[in-house]
């Protein structure tokens, strides 16, 4: 009898193939192992890395809901709300404070003159400039397109703010540069100080917004302190477009037609057509109490030309006697030019 054909050999023979498959699966098992063990560190490196990209863009939007994306300046709400806390820190017995509003003039001009990313640049070297002016204490920030704020802390009088006004003026009015040019812009400072002119960052911003619309619009120098009677004419001027808008709908404006006479021929040769407002309260008023403050709306609340070919076209007594032509421009004051066709007004 043959060894190997005995049961015992047969059996070690089937458990040597046996071993040998179970130890080729065991090593299949453990590729695939190692694979999806590769699998799963790249799927956590991934998680990972998006989540971190994730935190960078919240990040990221919320430094741009926060600060102005040219300058990196705190925008107007961050500006709002650490003025605020600084006076929550500070009671009124203490040293004086001051908000400082700065409307920079021209940049429309610049806009259009070497475009978005050059006024980008001119807003850059201005805020720059203000940072190097102010002291350690202080805060600048870019609450507009046009309108840098400062905060300036721990004054040991209201009036040391009036050297720093002047120091930053002279910063902004000196040239500045884009492409080896330079150019200019005309800075227009308003100041509110704490407590005297509000003791919350919400009043103090606005009146010391105020002053520098004052400080724009009459040309008061340097800079402009708020006084109670800007707050009463801003609010003079609110209530008067809102006046101005009721009485475009209300057709409130009157046109008179004053006559222009050639003395030489003795003859009428054209007239005048005079912008009147009927107002409801204050009876009939004339131009100057109320046309710069249409104008600086828009053309939208009051176009007085527009207004007196209306009247003219409703056929006015005097107009109805002369063709009715309207020059190209209408005179100060409110007055649209009528003449005969081919005529000229008389000087």
């Given amino acids: 009898m043959n060894p190997n054909d005995s049961p015992g050999a047969e059996v070690?023979?089937?458990?040597?193939?046996?071993?040998?498959?179970r130890l080729r699966r065991l090593a299949d098992l453990e590729l695939q192992m190692e694979d999806r063990?590769?699998?799963?560190?790249?799927?956590?490196?991934?998680?990972?890395?998006?989540?971190?990209?994730?935190?960078?863009?919240?990040?990221?939007?919320?430094?741009?809901?926060r600060f102005d994306s040219v300058t990196g300046l705190p925008n107007r709400s961050t500006f709002e709300d650490r003025v605020g806390r600084a006076l929550e820190a500070q009671s009124q017995d203490s040293e004086a404070a001051a908000v400082m509003i700065i409307g920079i003039e021209r940049?429309?001009?610049?806009?259009?003159?070497?475009?978005?990313?050059?006024?980008?640049?001119?807003?850059?070297?201005?805020?720059?400039?203000?940072?190097?002016?102010?002291r350690g204490s202080?805060?600048?920030?870019?609450?507009?397109?046009?309108?840098?704020?400062?905060?300036?802390?721990?004054?040991?009088h209201a009036e040391d703010a009036t050297a720093l006004a002047r120091k930053l003026f002279d910063a902004?009015?000196?040239?500045?540069?884009?492409?080896?040019r330079e150019y200019r812009v005309e800075p227009a400072v308003g100041v509110a100080v704490f407590p005297q002119d509000g003791v919350n960052a919400d009043l103090l911003l606005a009146r010391a917004?105020?002053?520098?619309?004052?400080?724009?619009?009459?040309?008061?120098?340097?800079?402009?302190?708020?006084?109670?009677?800007?707050a009463q004419r801003t609010a003079h001027r609110l209530q008067l477009e809102g006046e101005l808008r009721a009485a475009i709908e209300r057709d409130q404006f009157r046109v008179h037609l004053q006559p222009r006479v050639d003395l030489r021929r003795g003859r009428v040769i054209g007239a005048e057509a005079l912008?009147?407002?009927?107002?409801?309260?204050?009876?009939?008023?004339?131009?100057?109490?109320f046309l710069d403050v249409a104008?600086?709306?828009?053309?939208?609340?009051?176009?007085?030309?527009?207004?007196?070919?209306?009247?003219v076209d409703r056929g006015q007594s005097v107009a109805a006697r002369i063709p009715r032509q309207v020059d190209a421009g209408h005179g100060a004051g409110g007055a649209a030019h009528l003449r005969p066709a081919g005529g000229t007004p008389a000087d």
């Avoid at 560190?41 to 935190?55: F, I, K, N, P």
């Avoid at 202080?138 to 040991?156: N, Y």
Wanted: glycine content about 6%; hydrophobic content about 45%; aromatic content about 6%.
């Fill in 107 to 134: 940049m429309k001009q610049l806009r259009e003159t070497i475009g978005f990313k050059g006024v980008d640049r001119v807003a850059l070297q201005i805020a720059d400039r203000l940072r190097i002016a102010v």
């Fill in 275 to 289: 912008l009147r407002w009927q107002h409801p309260q204050r009876g009939l008023l004339l131009p100057g109490e």
């Fill in 209 to 230: 917004e105020s002053a520098m619309n004052y400080a724009r619009e009459h040309g008061t120098g340097l800079y402009q302190f708020f006084r109670p009677d800007i």
């Fill in 12 to 21: 070690a023979h089937l458990d040597a193939a046996e071993v040998a498959r």
């Fill in 37 to 65: 063990s590769a699998e799963l560190a790249w799927t956590s490196e991934r998680l990972v890395a998006e989540l971190y990209d994730r935190h960078a863009a919240e990040a990221a939007a919320d430094r741009l809901g």
């Fill in 138 to 156: 202080d805060m600048v920030a870019r609450i507009g397109d046009d309108t840098f704020a400062l905060w300036l802390a721990r004054l040991r």
């Fill in 295 to 311: 104008e600086e709306t828009g053309p939208r609340l009051c176009d007085c030309r527009a207004l007196a070919q209306h009247a």
């Fill in 172 to 180: 902004i009015d000196a040239p500045l540069i884009v492409d080896s």
